[in-house]
């Protein structure tokens, strides 16, 4: 299934109706006759969009909006209202108390469709956002957000572009923005240090229709725009214009131009949802780099490394493929510290993770454990080929002195590997699959007899199957 939808509606032939189109399209549905009885299951129920009629028995839309408050969904479950006939200023009452779009009857079933995929997608997306939000504060690694905020830019695109200019200098008194009118082709500025729009309007008309088609797709396809909140506004119906672009990723679309207070309306939903979904974005990268990464050397740390390894573990039992773990240790690095310093000391490091993430290939994984221990992770390789990884990364160490900023000597430098293999095929397949510390402590047994042998070697142990 494609989603819950939850249809909200007195009339049966009319639910019923809704249910076999959405059904069709392969969603799941649940129905209700009256307000509370939408509250109530969706409660329970958890949908991912609700489809309602504007007037109900026991209240309207805009109640319903309000009241998914109470069952903690309010804001999280797009409302989309269906009714025959909408005057502009009941449409921004609904609008206004949080309800996402207002489609009038008769409607097209396919555009129908196509705003019940632009709505919940835009809402799973922003939910996906606010569940890694949510992690990365569970992990401590999430910084509190601020209220200070950059005014927003928004672009007026049309062919037209004195008609632009005059429906921004019209919503200049309702909308905290900086707005910009241009034509297609200068949507883009060619100044590189130019803050990108943070929303484009895009005014179509039955003979542009073509080349905003086109701009869509390149505001969705460009970084800096990637994110960008798109509203299309058609001075002249077309539904299946309109399917197309909610398709390709506008964000939200007005049939026509009734009123500017609609449209800045429609605007600082955008922005707002465009807002969050920045902030929740950057929360969460910079949360997850600082949980995952030694800020050292810039490799993944164990926190990382340890549930990459369970990965890596499952698909290679599920896929038969050997894998190996090595962790390797700098010999005498202590003799390093006490020499030259600690600031040596770390810049030793730093190269020596340098040279290790620049000899591996592409699918391994090089991660610091703590102090001067490295852990790689090599998927689908052989122990012959594992093997000589290892000799190779003891060369690429030890072969080379190392050349520290602001010091006259070069340093020797020297490390050993403790290595073990796993092969799948060998394993008990009744048994439990070895957990990821149990390979790095098969490894760094291997890696403790390395030393007791000599140091600036590769020693193999026990294998994992």
């Given at each position: 299934?494609?989603?819950?939808?939850?249809?909200?509606?007195?009339?049966?032939?009319?639910?019923?109706?809704?249910?076999?189109?959405?059904?069709?399209?392969?969603?799941?549905?649940?129905?209700?006759?009256?307000?509370?009885?939408?509250?109530?299951?969706?409660?329970?129920?958890?949908?991912?969009?609700?489809?309602?009629?504007?007037?109900?028995?026991?209240?309207?839309?805009?109640?319903?909006?309000?009241?998914?408050?109470?069952?903690?969904?309010?804001?999280?479950?797009?409302?989309l209202a269906i009714d025959?006939?909408?005057?502009?200023?009941?449409?921004?009452?609904?609008?206004?108390?949080?309800?996402?779009?207002?489609?009038?009857?008769?409607?097209?079933?396919?555009?129908?469709?196509?705003?019940?995929?632009?709505?919940?997608?835009?809402?799973?997306?922003?939910?996906?956002?606010?569940?890694?939000?949510?992690?990365?504060?569970?992990?401590?690694?999430?910084?509190?957000?601020?209220?200070?905020?950059?005014?927003?830019?928004?672009?007026?695109?049309?062919?037209?572009?004195?008609?632009?200019?005059?429906?921004?200098?019209?919503?200049?008194?309702?909308?905290?923005?900086?707005?910009?009118?241009?034509?297609?082709?200068?949507?883009?500025?060619?100044?590189?240090?130019?803050?990108?729009?943070?929303?484009?309007?895009?005014?179509?008309?039955?003979?542009?229709?073509?080349?905003?088609?086109?701009?869509?797709?390149?505001?969705?396809?460009?970084?800096?725009?990637?994110?960008?909140?798109?509203?299309?506004?058609?001075?002249?119906?077309?539904?299946?214009?309109?399917?197309?672009?909610?398709?390709?990723?506008?964000?939200?679309?007005?049939?026509?131009?009734?009123?500017?207070?609609?449209?800045?309306?429609?605007?600082?939903?955008?922005?707002?949802?465009?807002?969050?979904?920045?902030?929740?974005?950057?929360?969460?990268?910079?949360?997850?780099?600082?949980?995952?990464?030694?800020?050292?050397?810039?490799?993944?740390?164990?926190?990382?490394?340890?549930?990459?390894?369970?990965?890596?573990?499952?698909?290679?039992?599920?896929?038969?493929?050997?894998?190996?773990?090595?962790?390797?240790?700098?010999?005498?690095?202590?003799?390093?510290?006490?020499?030259?310093?600690?600031?040596?000391?770390?810049?030793?490091?730093?190269?020596?993770?340098?040279?290790?993430?620049?000899?591996?290939?592409?699918?391994?994984?090089?991660?610091?454990?703590?102090?001067?221990?490295?852990?790689?992770?090599?998927?689908?390789?052989?122990?012959?080929?594992?093997?000589?990884?290892?000799?190779?990364?003891?060369?690429?160490?030890?072969?080379?002195?190392?050349?520290?900023?602001?010091?006259?000597?070069?340093?020797?430098?020297?490390?050993?590997?403790?290595?073990?293999?796993?092969?799948?095929e060998k394993l008990d397949?009744t048994a439990p699959l070895?957990?990821?510390?149990?390979?790095?402590?098969?490894?760094?047994?291997?890696?403790?007899?390395?030393?007791?042998?000599?140091?600036?070697?590769?020693?193999?142990?026990?294998?994992?199957?």
């Amino acid at each position: 299934m494609l989603g819950k939808i939850l249809i909200v509606d007195q009339i049966a032939t009319n639910r019923i109706s809704l249910r076999v189109k959405l059904a069709a399209a392969h969603y799941e549905v649940r129905q209700a006759g009256t307000l509370g009885q939408a509250v109530a299951l969706a409660g329970s129920y958890l949908p991912d969009l609700i489809l309602t009629t504007a007037a109900l028995p026991d209240g309207d839309a805009a109640q319903l909006a309000r009241k998914l408050y109470k069952v903690n969904l309010g804001g999280k479950v797009p409302v989309l209202a269906i009714d025959n006939a909408v005057a502009d200023d009941e449409r921004l009452r609904l609008l206004s108390a949080g309800v996402d779009d207002v489609i009038i009857k008769p409607f097209n079933d396919s555009f129908l469709l196509a705003r019940v995929r632009s709505l919940i997608r835009a809402y799973a997306s922003a939910s996906e956002w606010e569940l890694r939000d949510d992690t990365t504060r569970a992990l401590g690694f999430a910084e509190q957000s601020t209220d200070f905020t950059i005014r927003a830019r928004v672009a007026l695109i049309s062919t037209d572009v004195p008609d632009g200019k005059t429906l921004a200098r019209g919503l200049d008194d309702l909308i905290d923005a900086e707005l910009l009118a241009s034509g297609p082709a200068h949507a883009f500025s060619e100044d590189p240090t130019e803050t990108a729009p943070d929303a484009f309007v895009l005014l179509t008309t039955p003979q542009n229709r073509q080349q905003m088609q086109l701009l869509l797709a390149m505001i969705r396809s460009q970084p800096a725009t990637r994110y960008a909140a798109i509203l299309v506004v058609e001075t002249e119906s077309d539904p299946a214009w309109a399917t197309q672009a909610l398709d390709m990723g506008a964000n939200d679309l007005m049939p026509e131009l009734r009123t500017r207070e609609e449209m800045a309306l429609r605007l600082k939903a955008m922005l707002h949802r465009k807002r969050l979904g920045d902030q929740l974005r950057a929360t969460v990268r910079t949360g997850l780099e600082a949980a995952v990464s030694d800020p050292l050397t810039g490799l993944h740390n164990r926190r990382y490394a340890l549930p990459h390894l369970a990965r890596v573990t499952e698909r290679a039992f599920q896929s038969g493929k050997t894998f190996a773990v090595m962790v390797a240790d700098l010999d005498h690095f202590k003799r390093i510290n006490d020499t030259y310093g600690h600031s040596v000391g770390d810049a030793v490091l730093i190269e020596a993770a340098e040279r290790l993430r620049e000899n591996v290939r592409g699918v391994d994984t090089v991660a610091r454990l703590g102090g001067e221990e490295f852990l790689m992770i090599l998927p689908g390789i052989s122990l012959m080929n594992a093997r000589l990884a290892a000799v190779r990364l003891c060369s690429v160490i030890g072969d080379t002195p190392f050349e520290i900023s602001g010091l006259n000597e070069k340093i020797e430098v020297t490390v050993s590997i403790g290595m073990t293999v796993c092969d799948p095929e060998k394993l008990d397949k009744t048994a439990p699959l070895p957990k990821p510390e149990e390979l790095v402590g098969r490894a760094d047994k291997a890696l403790y007899d390395a030393k007791s042998q000599g140091r600036n070697r590769v020693t193999l142990g026990r294998p994992a199957a």
